[in-house]
């Protein structure tokens, strides 16, 4: 079975600076996508950034990069410039790609981390 | 183009009742997928409704069971609550199973007493 690790519960940053937050995942499998998923107070879960395992090229969305090591299975988001609505819990997820539907297509979470950006 | 709408947002019961949460999902989507998230935790896949069909469980007991209507909105049902089932519970939608894109509700808070 497919597990996934996020080993920092909480993190902190000031406003303007970097951050990174680390997740490692474990499967057997070659083929599946990474995300990193944003729950602020709202409770909704965003989708900040997604990663095809079969891309060699770490993916980007504006300020939000990830670093894909895929013989080390581990999968971290990096916010650049942060900002106070960055605060959040965020959530490392797998999925499975092995086609149409059933259980293979649902995603595996980690516990999550706590972001706090100080102003 | 709508959003991923739950209701109600928060509930109380107690235990051994029954409870129905509802969902509708993002238009132009036919899949839903119901998770709980148990506090401080991330959430865990119960199961996936496609055009009416369950497809897809996750190791939830029968106790939890749902339904999907001809407009893909969704209801999930939990009989003889327990405590543990005290979580947030989120629905999420997607134009197919193979879910590459889930857009996800703001969830139905559940606490059991």
């Known amino acids: 079975a497919q597990t996934v690790t996020q080993s920092q519960p909480e993190m902190s940053v000031q406003e303007a600076e970097t951050v990174t937050l680390s997740c490692t995942y474990d499967?057997?499998?070659?083929?599946?996508?990474l995300f990193w998923y944003k729950q602020p107070p709202s409770r909704q879960m965003i989708l900040v950034i997604r990663?095809?395992?079969?891309?060699?090229q770490n993916a980007t969305e504006n300020r939000f990069s990830v670093n894909f090591q895929k013989a080390a299975k581990s999968f971290s988001l990096k916010i650049s410039d942060s900002q106070l609505g960055d605060a959040a819990m965020y959530f490392c997820?797998?999925?499975?790609?092995?086609?149409?539907?059933?259980?293979?297509?649902?995603?595996?979470f980690g516990k999550g981390t706590k972001l706090s950006v100080k102003p | 183009e709508t959003g991923v709408t739950q209701s109600p947002t928060h509930l109380i019961k107690t235990r051994g009742q029954q409870v129905t949460l509802r969902c509708s999902s993002q238009?132009?989507?036919?899949?839903v997928s119901w998770y709980q998230q148990a506090l401080g935790q991330g959430p865990q896949f119960i199961f996936q409704?496609?055009?009416?069909?369950?497809?897809g469980r996750g190791n939830f007991p029968p106790r939890f069971s749902g339904l999907q209507f001809p407009n893909y909105s969704s209801e999930l049902n939990v009989n003889a609550l327990e405590l543990d089932d005290s979580a947030l519970y989120l629905c999420?939608?997607?134009?197919?199973?193979?879910?590459?894109?889930?857009?996800f509700g703001s969830g139905t808070q559940l606490s059991v007493l």
């Open positions: 999420a939608s997607s134009r197919d199973p193979t879910n590459e894109k889930l857009f």
């Open positions: 499967t057997s499998e070659s083929d599946y996508y």
């Open positions: 990663q095809e395992a079969y891309k060699q």
């Open positions: 997820a797998y999925r499975s790609d092995l086609g149409y539907g059933g259980s293979q297509g649902n995603l595996i």
């Open positions: 238009s132009g989507h036919n899949t």
């Open positions: 409704y496609y055009r009416e069909e369950e497809n």
